[in-house]
Antibody, heavy 121, light 110 residues
Framework: QEQLVESGGGVVQPGGSLRLSCAAS????????MHWVRQAPGKGLEWVTF????????NYADSVKGRFTISRDNSKNTLSLQMNSLRAEDTAVYYC??????????????WGQGAMVTVSS | QSALTQPRSVSGSPGQSVTISCTGT?????????VSWYQQHPGKAPKLMLY???TRPSGVPDRFSGSKSGNTASLTISGLQAEDEADYYC??????????FGPGTKVTVL
């Protein structure tokens, strides 16, 4: 079945860096846009970033622009999120999500279990 | 990228109907028929309930329905059941490959 599994979460000091990965299986990864969505403890969902199936289009929430970089490796069915200059307010569960199910892919139809990122000294 | 507006909470008795509103602007909700809704139970990942305003993915009960008028989208749960108690989030495409969520609405089954 369609599945997304995140890894790479952990505790990092303010100003530090962390890289999240998301392994996809059960669907044709290289034909779908992918997203990262985060949820701070006790808070709501926040869309973070999108990457098109062919990497030709990407965009970021204003809150992370210039600090986070999304990428993908279609040969390995893997999505990544490089997070630099981390701040306390970046503390959250980070979900990778598949764009779908309509052809435009403007919803998030498959979600991973989430990876916790804690930014603290 | 301003968040959409949702009521903090709604409640209803089993069998009743509840409606959650999601208000944005002409740059997001009003500008596209690309509103989606997510159900999230505590400690779980969100689950897609509706997309493209009113389309249900396979497996989602037809008790869940959606609509949109102007800058406001709505999710209606008919025949409320105990397992519907959860947080519900709306999300809209906002142009240029960006998306915006609402703050979430807690649905309580009395």
């Amino acid at each position: 079945q369609e599945q997304l599994v995140e890894s790479g979460g952990g505790v990092v000091q303010p100003g530090g860096s962390l890289r999240l990965s998301c392994a996809a299986s059960g669907f044709t990864f290289n034909t779908n846009g992918m997203h990262w969505v985060r949820q701070a403890p006790g808070k709501g969902l926040e869309w973070v970033t999108f990457i098109a199936y062919d990497e030709n289009n990407k965009n970021y929430a204003d809150s992370v622009k210039g600090r986070f970089t999304i990428s993908r490796d279609n040969s390995k069915n893997t999505l990544s999120l490089q997070m630099n200059s981390l701040r306390a307010e970046d503390t959250a569960v980070y979900y990778c999500a598949k764009g779908g199910p309509a052809a435009g892919g403007d919803a998030f139809d498959i979600w991973g279990q989430g990876a916790m990122v804690t930014v603290s000294s | 990228q301003s968040a959409l507006t949702q009521p903090r909470s709604v409640s209803g008795s089993p069998g009743q109907s509840v409606t959650i509103s999601c208000t944005g602007t002409s740059s997001d909700v009003g500008g596209f028929f690309l509103v989606s809704w997510y159900q999230q139970h505590p400690g779980k990942a969100p689950k897609l309930m509706l997309y493209d305003v009113s389309t249900r993915p396979s497996g989602v009960p037809d008790r869940f329905s959606g609509s949109k008028s102007g800058n406001t989208a709505s999710l209606t749960i008919s025949g409320l059941q105990a397992e519907d108690e959860a947080d519900y989030y709306c999300c809209s495409y906002a142009g240029s490959y960006t998306y915006v969520f609402g703050p979430g609405t807690k649905v309580t089954v009395l």
